[in-house]
């Protein structure tokens, strides 16, 4: 059973970096054949796809905030992270890790999300 | 303003059956894209319930279908219980801003 968690602080200054890291249990994010996606859901709003990383390093990002996110990962510790850059309280969200197990670039797959992360953005 | 566009709201009485439509265009939907759909309860991470426009993960009860056509999509849920009471999201891929969307969201209350 494919588990995700993610972790980082929960309060970020305005135009500051935000930075989150999801850790992988149950599964290889090196072998499995898999996206490993950041989504996040504003407090009563929608979920909004911030981008992904693929097992072979490839990213995509969402273009509204391709200018400011980098998605990376360390495969030595089975986890993934995401670094979003010069922040507002607009970033204020719960921030999910996910896995995106398509095999087809005509479909998703998102199977397996963490518990998500409340990240405030304030002075 | 989503890409794809969801009502706010539905409702039903326990038993009946309910549909959430989902309507894209030409560059997500229209262009093949499967659609996908997800539940969840307040405080609670999404959970998928229909991939590739109509299938069930292993779990999903078979009151929970999906169907589409040109570029709208809906799920219908029959039967309905207290507990489907969440918010349903749907979701695609568009090319014409290359990125996974969702639609806005859909509230459905059990009276």
């Known amino acids: 059973q494919v588990q995700l968690q993610e972790s980082g602080p929960g309060l970020v200054k305005p135009s500051q970096t935000l930075s989150l890291t999801c850790t992988v249990s149950g599964g290889s994010i090196r072998s499995d054949k898999s996206y490993w996606s950041w989504i996040r859901q504003p407090a009563g709003k929608g979920l909004e796809w911030i981008g992904r990383i693929y097992t072979s390093g490839n990213t995509d990002y969402n273009p509204s905030l391709r200018n400011r996110v980098t998605i990376s990962m360390d495969t030595s510790k089975n986890q993934f992270s995401l670094r979003l850059t010069s922040v507002t309280a607009a970033d204020t969200a719960v921030y999910y890790c996910a896995r995106d197990s398509t095999s087809s670039s005509w479909s998703n797959h998102f199977d397996y999300w963490g518990q998500g992360t409340l990240v405030t953005v304030s002075s | 303003q989503s890409v794809l566009t969801q009502p706010p709201s539905v409702s039903g009485a326990p038993g009946q059956r309910v549909t959430i439509s989902c309507t894209g265009s030409s560059p997500n939907i229209g262009a093949g894209y499967d659609v996908q759909w997800f539940q969840q309860h307040p405080g609670r991470a999404p959970k998928l319930l229909i991939y590739g426009d109509n299938y069930r993960p292993s779990g999903v009860p078979d009151r929970f279908s999906g169907s589409k056509s040109g570029t709208s999509a809906s799920l219908a849920i029959t039967g309905l219980q207290a507990e489907d009471e969440a918010d349903y999201y749907c979701?695609?891929?568009?090319?014409?801003?290359?990125?996974?969307?969702f639609g806005g969201g859909t509230k459905l209350t059990v009276l």
């Open positions: 979701q695609s891929y568009d090319n014409s801003v290359s990125a996974v969307v």
